[in-house]
Structures are given as C-alpha cells and as structure tokens.
C-alpha cells in the first residue's frame, strides 16, 4: 500500500466502512495523514451512505433528566428487494461524558454532511452545539443576544450549508415577549396583540451571532429541515392565518415563502414539525380525521411538482393505536419504498406496497433521530472556533478483531519477525493470519535482507563432523550508517537434530527465506537438507548411497514457484570409467530426484548464488570460452554465461574468485597478486554491462594489502555502499569503498560461514509428500 500513489490510497479507503476506516487512522502515520485530507474528506462525503442518527435514553431514565442519552448511530443496508438496519454499540457517542451537558434537555436541531446541530436547553441554560459523532468533536456557540437579554423564547432553528460558500450556519428565530402591546385592527377586527419575531444566524468560524432584524411570520415547528441551500418551516402570518411553508436562503440570509401543495392541512398541530426531506425532495405531511398524507414536491421551487405519495389510512392509524397522526415524523425512504417513520419515542416502518406499519424493535423508548451521513470533516479546521474533544471521547475500544482480513495482514507484515512470531501466540485468529498464504507473500515482498550465519564454536572445530548453530543477524540499514544486530532467541542449534547430529553442514543457498543445507555424514552419506529458520521447520531429501555429490544448488521457478534443488554427482561403483558428472533435480513437494543426464561442465563448487531463475557457477575449465555457466530452473538445462573481460594474470601461485548476489546484480570478484577486483553486471545476461566496480592494488593501501593473499566471498551490499564479506569462511568483515577501510565485525565468535537471507513465514508443511521436522 505504501507504493501506491496518493490518490489511489483515498480511492479504497473511502470506499470502506466507517469504523474500518477509524481503525486505519492508527495503522500508521501516513495513513492517519490521508484520512484527515480534504481530498479524502470530501471523496468519503460524496460515497458516504445515508443512516440514522438517533438519541436513546433508556427507559429507566426517560424522567432522570440528569441521564443525557446517547447518540447512537445506525447503518441501514438498503437493497433494491431487503433491507437492514445496524447499530454497533461501539459507535455510540455517551452525552453524558460531555459535563457540560448534563442537567439539561438535549434536543436534535439537524444534521447536514455529517455534522449535527443540538440544542441543550434547561430552566437556565439554552445553548446551541455543533457535533462530529465520528471524529468524535464538538463546538459550543456563543450565547445569543436574545438569549442574554432573558426576553426570548425560540420559536424556530434550521441548520445548514450555503451552496455558494460552502459555510454551515445555524438560524434561529426567537419570539420575543413584548414590551409594550401593540393593537392591531386587520380588516376591522378586534384589537389583537403583535407578537416580535427576530432571528440570528451563526456561520461556523466566525464565533459571532448576527441579527437579522425582524421576521414576518411566525413558526409552527421549531426544527426546519435542509435542502437545496434552504432551511423550511410550517408559518403563519402574524395573525395566525394563512399558513404557509416559509424558508431561509442561506446564501442571501433571507426570509421568503415558499410554494406548498395544493390541499393545506386542517389539523396541524402546534408542535408538528410539518416538514421532511425525503430521497432529495422537500415533503409535507397533513393529517386530517387519523388519516396521514405525505406530499412530495418532484421538483424544488416548482409548485406544479406536488403530488401526493403516501396515504397512511385512518385504519391503520387506529389499529396501531396513534392517538396522535399528526406528530409522526418520516425520516428515510429505502429503495424497497419503505418509510422509517419516529412517531412517540418510537421507530417505525411504514409499508406501502402492503399498507402495514411495524414497530422497529431495535432501541428502548424515548427515542427521538434524524437521517444522517457520517463524515470526517473535523471541526478542528474552523480556526476560531473552541473544539472540545475529551469528554466527548469513548474509546470505540478498537479491536484488532474488527479489521478486515487484509488489514490486519498489511499491519502485521509490518512488524519485526520476533514481534510476528510472538503475535502468533496471541489468538488462534492472528496465527491462521500469519499461517495464510496472503500474509506470507504480502510479508515476504517486504522482507529486508539480512544474514543468516552458521557458526562453528573453537571447541567444535577439533571434530569434522559438527553440524554447528544457525544464527540469523538483522541488518539495519540505512544511507549514512548500518548496524548489525543478532537476537540470542533466533538461534538454531541444528545438534538439536537427531537426523543432523555427527554430520557436517554447508550452507549451500538461499530463496525467499528457505535454506539449503549440504549435509554430509562421511562414506558417500550425503543428503541435502531444506530449512525455514523463522517456522523451525526442515526435510530432508535423501540422495542414493551409492553416489558422490559434488555441488547442490536451490532456487526457485519464476513462472510456476516451485522450489528446485540441483546436485551433480557420480557413481561411488562405476560400471565403466572414467566416472561420468550426472545431475538429479528435485522439486520440492513430489518427494523424489529426477535424473536430468550428463553435465557438460566442470564446474568449481564453492558458491551458486541464485538470480532470475538460474543458478550460477564458474566453469573449472581453462579452455572454456566462458568461465561462467548456469542452469535454467524451468527448463532444466545447462548452458554458459556471459563473462567478465579475461584479464591478463600473472604467474601466481594465488588466485581465488568467488561469486555472488549483490543488490539484484551478479557480481563476482577476483583475487590475485597484485589486485582485488569486484565485476558487476548491470544488465543480466548482458556481456557487456560487467563493470569493474572495485579494485584494490598492492602496495596502495597497505593496511589492506592482506586482503589480496586471502580468499574473500562477497556476502551482501548495503545502502551506504558497503559490503559485506566472508573472509577465509571465518571471519565477517565491512569494506568500504568510499573511505576504502576494511573492518571486522565481532559479533560472533570465528569459524563461521554466512548467506544473504530475506526471512519469511513460508511453510515447509505446504509442500504435500515432503516429511517436514521441527527443531
């Protein structure tokens, strides 16, 4: 995930769950950086599914007005033929964490892209909050003037975004209690009192009120819900009659009234809401005599786009028994054409295909709620603003066991080996995870070179045949520096192996954490062995006994993966001399050699590294026109190499070579009289991209003029441009050719050989017919 570009990251985070994408923000540093970008916020928001946010007091403290209630938000899986509502109860937001809220009446005022507005009202207290249920924010807004005056009571609150602007605001109007009366005599009436409306708007950031004078209605319903850029009420005129649908442009701050359907309802009650915003379109509910009708307005601001929809029947209101009709409020229409409906501290699911009506048993009472959208959008953003975070914080407790399976394996891959391998111990979940092949691929792409050391003690070098101590050495590298470091617990004591005792073991290579060991037990005994480190696991493959080995090589199959290894040997009792040089290969998981015929070369068996599915050697024959060969492992074939230039040695009674894999280049290096030399070849396969990369001479640096008398085998290059190296298969030591410096590593004791080694979790027991073993 880390290599793909940011864009594409955004493009699969938003698409996960809510609460998966919580839990992501703590996987690393960038990804925490992601989800807090704009680009992911308003990506999120516009694929952001449509839920409920509902606040839940339990029944047990419907009248303990010191419980606050929770914010609890639900899901709803909206499908063309079903439908599901889901609540986790580790998304529910407890007010009563926030003391600043407690004591007091919470009320929902609106919600737009995932923001809600509350309202916190007691005897003494009317204060206004924006809120964030997912990132788990809020803001308080300052107390209104009317509010500080004491005069006031509110009459009307809306809550929503300009289209222009992008600005969220919240509006509220306020009836405020005369001082003097005013009579008016409309149309030769009684004398009647005037009641004074003014409203105030609130733009998020600016942590001011504003008066916006005087309003000429009065409002029905104090909740106006939000579309198209306006908030919309149930209002009348100041006398009380003509009412009508008025709403509030949050664009130009303005009052104005509104089309409505053409039948106006001739029972609205006082405290109806009256309005709703359902599937994108503004609708009105009118009751009349227990029968409800829903109007639908097809498109806004068109008055000849009202029709009415939905008709709940006075049967059905009074087989349910609603004393009420008039106080339901819609809230969401599903795909199925469903309606969720609250009505009396209760949810319900109106029907209309089948005309039924059913109580949605999912909460306890006093149960109040609004559609929602959850978002990122962090309040935080809005500088002026005061955001309060810690008493609003529950820790949704975040459990490994909530992520998704490929998740939780791009966390883990990770992690060092020794942490891994101890998360294995932590649940059967987490070591199926580590056992999955997913995981194993995923972990082996990031696996960083290393070194895998056998040790031989001083002690056990008076006796030939001692297997030795496997020792795995991290190497932390970087540009300007590097440090090697082995753990005492990764240690593999292969004595441990009654199958390895009294035997002697050559390092032969290593792919993708598999090792192939030589082992050889004297008198023609001599069998190859393979090995995880990491999973402690190993088989052997048994070779006849009537045959001498003389080298082995392992690699892998790119086209196909399978594991190969190669030996080439001759019969201990020939039929006929001089003894012929056969190769056997053997594919791991069919538990058997293959006789592959004659091997048209000679080849010298000190080293065989690996590389683009071919295992490498230098030709022992002088006349040669290579001296390099190699043995293709999907087709099963020897053929030569391409070689550096021959250069012109002297006479000498010195000469050692060594090949190798250095950073994804074969290299190899030469070692004469005169000079050390290094060849790499750039381009595989590609005579002439060898290039002599390091040369030594004598005499020019004369600390290293030993270097030149002594066999050395490249081992590893790191970041910095050092490189590691097996001197006389005992010693490790750095050279650098920057500040051409040779140093000795002690961290281990002599008599060793060593491997470049990339670790992995890859399972010995996934190769079918093999007899796998433990250490």
């Known amino acids: 995930m880390e290599d793909l570009p940011a864009e594409l990251m955004i493009d699969i985070l938003s698409r996960l769950p809510v609460k998966t994408i919580i839990h992501c923000k703590f996987v690393c540093k960038k990804w925490r950086n992601l989800v807090l970008d704009s680009s992911f916020v308003d990506l999120h928001l516009s694929r952001s599914p449509t839920g409920l946010i509902v606040h839940n007091k339990p029944q047990r403290s419907v009248y303990d007005y010191t419980d606050m209630g929770t914010l609890k938000w639900v899901e709803i899986e909206d499908e063309d033929d079903h439908h599901h509502l889901h609540h986790d109860p580790l998304m529910s937001l407890d007010l009563n964490l926030a003391p600043i809220l407690q004591y007091s009446v919470i009320y929902l005022m609106g919600s737009v892209n995932g923001l809600i507005c509350l309202r ?403 008198h023609g005994g001599d069998n190859a062995c393979i090995c995880n480190p990491i999973t402690r696991e190993y088989m052997i493959l048994h070779h006849r006994k009537d045959t001498w080995t003389f080298i082995c090589g392992f690699g892998v199959v790119s086209m196909t993966g399978e594991y190969k290894v190669i030996r080439t040997f001759q019969d201990s009792n020939p039929t006929s001399l001089p003894r012929e040089l056969e190769a056997e290969v053997y594919t791991l998981g069919t538990g058997q050699w293959r006789n592959i015929g004659h091997v048209p070369y000679s080849f010298d068996h000190s080293d065989q590294p690996f590389l683009n599915g071919h295992i490498h050697w230098r030709v022992d024959d002088e006349d040669s026109p290579e001296s390099l060969c190699s043995f293709d492992l999907d087709k099963e074939t020897f053929q030569l190499f391409p070689s550096p230039p021959s250069e012109a040695i002297e006479e000498s009674y010195m000469h050692f070579q060594s090949l190798a894999v250095l950073k994804g280049c074969l290299c190899k290096s030469d070692t004469y009289d005169s000079q050390y030399t290094i060849w790499v070849m750039k381009e595989y396969g590609i005579k002439e991209s060898w290039h002599k990369e390091v040369v030594v001479k004598l005499g020019i640096i004369p600390d290293l003029d030993w270097l030149i008398w002594e066999p050395m085998f490249l081992i590893e290059g790191l970041k910095d441009g050092s490189i590691l190296m097996d001197y006389r298969r005992e010693r490790l030591f750095v050279y650098c050719p920057q500040s051409k410096t040779i140093d000795r590593t002690e961290i281990f004791d002599p008599y060793f050989t060593g491997l470049a080694y990339r670790p992995s979790f890859l399972k010995l027991r996934d190769f079918v017919s093999e007899r796998v073993y433990m250490f």
């Not at 008066?211 to 009420?233: E, K, T």
């Not at 009380?240 to 039948?263: M, R, V, W, Y």
């Not at 994108?280 to 601001?301: A, S």
């Not at 106080?327 to 969401?332: D, G, K, V």
């Open 120 to 522: 916190h009202h007691s005897p003494k207290v009317d204060n206004t909050y924006i809120c964030n249920p997912v990132t788990r924010e809020y803001v308080i807004l300052p107390r209104p003037q009317q509010c500080r005056e004491g005069r006031s009571a509110v009459t009307a609150y809306g809550f929503g975004v300009s289209s222009r602007t992008g600005d969220y605001k919240v509006v509220r109007a306020t009836q405020q209690t005369p001082r003097k009366y005013v009579l008016l005599v409309p149309n030769g009436d009684e004398p009647s009192l005037q009641s004074v409306v003014e409203a105030e708007v609130y733009t998020l950031g600016t942590c001011q009120w504003r008066s916006l004078g005087r309003v000429p209605y009065l409002f029905n319903g104090i909740h106006g819900p939000f579309l198209n850029g306006h908030c919309h009420w149930i209002a009348s005129d100041q006398m009380g009659a003509l009412q009508k649908i008025c709403t509030f442009d949050l664009d130009n701050e303005t009052f104005q009234l509104f089309s409505s359907p053409p039948h106006e309802s001739t029972q609205l009650n006082p405290g109806d809401k009256g309005l709703a915003v359902l599937k994108g379109c503004l609708c009105k509910i009118d009751t009349y005599d227990f029968e409800v009708m829903i109007w639908v307005m097809k498109e806004y601001g068109i008055k000849k786009s009202w029709h009415k929809e939905v008709v709940i029947t006075q049967e059905i209101s009074v087989a349910i028994q609603w004393s009420l009709p008039e106080a339901m409020s819609p809230i969401e229409v599903l795909k199925d054409g469903s309606i969720l409906i609250f009505y009396e501290d209760k949810l319900w699911e109106f029907n209309p295909r089948s005309e039924t009506m059913e109580d949605v048993k999912m909460f306890d009472s006093d149960l109040n709620g609004m559609a929602y959208r959850p978002s990122f959008i962090k309040l935080q953003n809005y500088e002026s603003e005061r955001v309060q975070i810690p008493y609003l914080i529950i820790l949704i407790r975040p459990s490994m066991e909530d992520l998704p399976q490929d998740v939780m394996a791009n966390i883990l891959t990770r992690l060092p080996i020794m942490t891994i391998i101890n998360c294995k111990c932590v649940c059967k979940k987490w070591r199926n995870l580590v056992l999955d092949s997913y995981f194993v691929n995923l972990h082996l792409l990031r696996s960083l070179p290393s070194l895998i050391v056998r040790c031989i003690s001083r002690l056990d070098m008076r006796y030939p045949y001692k297997p030795g101590i496997l020792k795995w050495v991290e190497i932390e590298d970087k540009l300007d520096r590097h440090h090697l470091h082995h753990n005492p617990a990764m240690s593999l004591d292969l004595n441990l192996s009654s199958i390895l005792q009294n035997s002697k073991v050559i390092l032969t290579g290593s792919v993708n954490g598999l090792l192939c060991l030589s082992q050889s037990v004297g």
